[in-house]
């Protein structure tokens, strides 16, 4: 059974190669401050990313992009490579959280923060769940994230 990644067209998949406990980086607030900067109404939406480990291949919807902090020209991002768009702080735990959810199958849910070139770090909510195929192996990995 195939959930769709959000209400809004699909990410066209990238042929980009590709990581629970309940979860919350150490120093990782709940919400944002005030004075948050100004694009913040424009990532408070959820956005779906997805991993799939069979075909080797990254789906984000279009809302992935500003949450991440990611220029959508330069694609998705590998699980290999999103540790490295958070707060060195927040790394440990988003990896406990995707091995978790890849190596037992478990769902995964916490708060990590992202590093905003441009400004303060973002706290982000991550939920999701590992799909498992028929064999009962893990084939993909998938999240809905939001700005906190």
Do not use: F, K
């Not at 408070?44 to 990254?58: F, G, K, Q």
């Not at 919807?61 to 999103?82: F, K, M, N, V, W």
């Amino acid at each position: 059974m195939s959930l769709p990644l959000s209400s809004e067209s699909p990410a066209a998949p990238a042929t980009t190669p590709s990581t629970a406990p309940s979860n919350t980086a150490a120093g990782a607030p709940s919400n944002t401050a005030a004075g948050a900067p100004s694009n913040a109404a424009a990532v408070t939406a959820a956005a779906a990313v997805e991993w799939d480990l069979v075909r080797d291949t990254v789906r984000w919807s279009a809302a992935a992009y500003p949450i991440l902090a990611r220029d959508p020209e330069l694609g998705p991002l590998t699980l290999d490579q999103l540790p490295g768009q958070l707060v060195p702080q927040d790394r440990p735990a988003l990896c406990r959280m995707v091995t978790e959810a890849l190596v037992h199958g478990r769902p995964l849910d916490g708060v990590v923060r992202i590093h905003r070139p441009t400004g303060p770090a973002a706290a982000v909510h991550c939920s999701g769940r590992p799909v498992l195929g028929p064999d009962g192996q893990v084939v993909s990995l998938r999240m809905r994230i939001r700005a906190c």
